[in-house]
């Protein structure tokens, strides 16, 4: 009778490397992670079998890792953290396509709340400050609205894709706890509702606002963060045009005193 004396093949493994932290005032550490491999894995389904079974590598019981999520595809901008050293969406990476052990850590330019998840209040309150809306009267129906040349709205379509993901903040040099600069996304977005037929009759209050200080002066070129943002979106592009709508603006108030 033929033995088989092929020995057993061992099983494929996923290993996570995790940079925690209890809570904001607390000290940040490292926990490491081996888990069952699944084909067609992402980022968030490894974080969500260490939340079926909290254990380390050590095989002791631990708290299970805080993270943000929502749509699970790469529309909502939630589930931004590092990877390997690169900003990205966590649903959008897939582990086969990830050098091991995958490293996995927040966000650097935003406080961390607890673990992976970032306060990105930041971001939001410079969308405010450069007021990212189309300000209407809600208390009766305005119509349809006025239409976008095709040529424009196209372009525009571009710039709307931005989900306040973090991605180009995070990529960003200029953005840090030294600085106020308020970063690209609003800035991308003052462009976006500038050119809106009803957002333009505020453009010039958005121009006043990117010429203060923490404004679009703080950029530096460096041009990380059309190249780390997951959309696609041509951020550079929208800030040299910011660059000369904000000339002439000056030039214009110059002129008018």
């Known amino acids: ?145 006025p239409r976008m040349p095709e040529k424009k709205r196209q372009w525009a379509y571009e710039l709307s894709k931005c989900m306040t993901c973090g991605v180009c903040l995070e990529a960003c040099p200029n953005v840090n706890e030294k600085t106020d600069f308020i970063g690209p996304a609003a800035l991308s977005q003052v462009r976006l509702f500038n050119a809106h037929p009803t957002g333009e009759m505020n453009a010039e209050e958005r121009l006043e606002t990117l010429m203060e200080d923490g404004g679009i002066e703080g950029c530096g070129n460096s041009q990380n963060c059309v190249r780390s943002c997951p959309k696609g979106i041509p951020l550079t592009t929208s800030i040299a045009e910011l660059n000369k709508q904000t000339t002439k603006h000056m030039f214009k108030r110059w002129l008018s005193v």
């Open 1 to 145: 009778m033929a033995v088989d004396t092929t020995k057993p093949t061992k099983s494929k493994s996923v290993k996570l490397i995790i940079t925690r932290q209890d809570g904001p005032e607390g000290k940040s550490y490292v926990e490491e992670f081996e888990l069952p491999y699944r084909p067609n894995m992402n980022v968030i389904s490894a974080l969500m079998e260490i939340q079926r079974n909290p254990v380390n590598v050590q095989g002791q019981d631990i708290a299970p890792v805080c993270w943000d999520s929502n749509c699970l595809e790469e529309v909502c901008g939630a589930c931004s953290m590092v990877i390997n050293d690169k900003p990205r969406q966590a649903c959008a990476a897939l582990i086969d396509n990830l050098e091991q052990p995958v490293r996995i850590a927040p966000m650097s330019t935003f406080p961390v709340v607890r673990d992976l998840v970032i306060d990105r209040s930041r971001m939001f309150n410079a969308l405010k400050r450069v007021k990212a809306w189309i300000p209407i009267d809600g208390t009766y129906d305005l119509g349809p609205g």
